[in-house]
């Protein structure tokens, strides 16, 4: 059973109260439940890592920096009392680097519950990863894209009727204005660095559906959600104008979330009993939302997912081997 404890905080305003709510729902423990977190090491994912940590779960870092993985490794461990969690080099803007990733995992010869698909970049300059995709599109949907599917078969045979796998990427309302420009993807035409981050955001959420309807007509007991964090006070936002860092520094502490308020509907969504089976959904906020309508375009989903396995090298219908 669920052990709910609400805190309540009082905000002067200039012309009157407002009275904030904040449940911290305890949800059940994950002894022997394995789990990975792209981008574990810091913001967003380096909060989820430590809740699922403390649920007992054994929580694998995915990330490019080993001092600063190492490092969050460290304090986890600290404050957890969870020895499990360690890093694992895997950056994202490499296929090469995520094929090696998913081998050193799969010699630790252990299951995978959940899947939390969280690293991401931001409005950075028009640049390519190592495999000359643009870098929003490669590093934030098409490395997740491919790591998902060379873990798929895992997951799979980790998940059970009463207890299925979870997938867990991480969108934002950013996607609502994006725009899959499926004959060019690459930005090549024109670079927007708000449009390549929309589309790329748009991406995984059709990416997501798609997912959740594969693993549907395959019997898996697999689930595949994507969520909202909400706008929440990151390093994501180094790559804004001066302008908009005055702005967020001056403003931050009213509108924006904390990284760990910020980690709550990745954490529900990966251990909630409310989610045991339910797949195919956008959450904000722990709630069910209504994602663009253009995300719920089957054939849209269908044509993403065709290119992004020629370009990630994968069959669509065949095995995930590396």
Same mark, same amino acid.
């Given at each position: ?8 905080m ?10 904030f ?12 439940? !394995? ?10 994912? $380096?909060?989820? %890592? ?5 649920? @007992?779960?054994?929580?694998i870092?995915?990330g ?6 190492q490092?969050?490794?460290?304090? +986890? ?6 020895? /499990? ?12 680097? +995520?094929? #090696?990733? !998913?081998?050193? &995992? ?9 899947? !939390?698909?969280?690293?991401? %970049?931001m409005?950075? *300059?028009?640049? /390519?990863?190592?495999?000359? &995709? ?8 098409l @490395? ?28 934002s ?17 024109f670079?927007? *660095?708000h449009?390549?981050?929309a ?5 995984? %959420?059709? &990416? ?6 594969? %693993? ?20 994501? $936002?180094?790559? !804004?104008?001066?302008?908009t ?16 308020? @910020? ?9 909630? *009993? ?6 195919? +959904?956008?959450?904000?906020?722990? #709630?069910?939302? /209504?994602?663009?309508d253009?995300?719920? =375009? =089957? ?10 396995? /020629?370009?990630?090298?994968i069959? =669509? ?6």
């Amino acid at each position: 059973m669920w052990l709910i404890k609400v805190s309540v905080m009082f905000l002067l305003l200039p012309t009157r109260f407002v009275l904030f709510f904040s449940f911290h729902v305890v949800f059940p423990t994950q002894n022997g439940n !394995v789990a990975i977190v792209t981008g574990g090491a810091k913001g967003i994912g $380096y909060h989820t %890592v430590k809740h699922l940590a403390r649920l @007992g779960m054994h929580v694998i870092i995915a990330g490019n920096d080993e001092s600063e993985g190492q490092e969050a490794v460290r304090k +986890i461990k600290e404050e957890t009392v969870n020895e /499990k969690v360690e890093f694992l080099h895997c950056d994202l803007a490499s296929m090469k680097s +995520i094929r #090696q990733f !998913v081998q050193q &995992f799969r010699a630790k010869n252990c299951p995978l519950h959940v899947l !939390v698909n969280n690293a991401g %970049v931001m409005l950075v *300059p028009e640049r /390519k990863t190592e495999d000359g &995709f643009e870098e929003h599109f490669g590093l934030n949907y098409l @490395g997740h894209f491919l790591l998902t599917n060379l873990l798929l078969e895992t997951l799979k045979q980790s998940g059970t009727c009463s207890r299925n796998a979870r997938v867990i990427t991480v969108s934002s309302a950013t996607h609502y204005v994006g725009r899959l420009h499926l004959n060019d993807l690459q930005s090549r035409c024109f670079y927007s *660095p708000h449009g390549a981050y929309a589309q790329s955001k748009l991406a995984l %959420v059709l &990416f997501t559906y798609q997912l959740q309807h594969l %693993v549907t007509a395959d019997g898996s007991h697999v689930t595949a959600n994507v969520v909202d964090p909400g706008v929440v006070n990151t390093e994501l $936002y180094k790559n !804004v104008c001066w302008a908009t860092k005055v702005v967020k520094w001056m403003t931050a502490w009213l509108f924006f979330k904390t990284p760990e308020e @910020g980690a709550s509907t990745s954490i529900y969504a990966a251990v909630s *009993p409310e989610l045991e089976g339910v797949g195919g +959904i956008y959450l904000y906020n722990e #709630q069910r939302t /209504k994602s663009t309508d253009v995300s719920y =375009d =089957d054939e849209l989903q269908r044509r993403l997912w065709t290119e992004s396995c /020629k370009m990630t090298r994968i069959s =669509d219908v065949g095995s995930r081997d590396l």
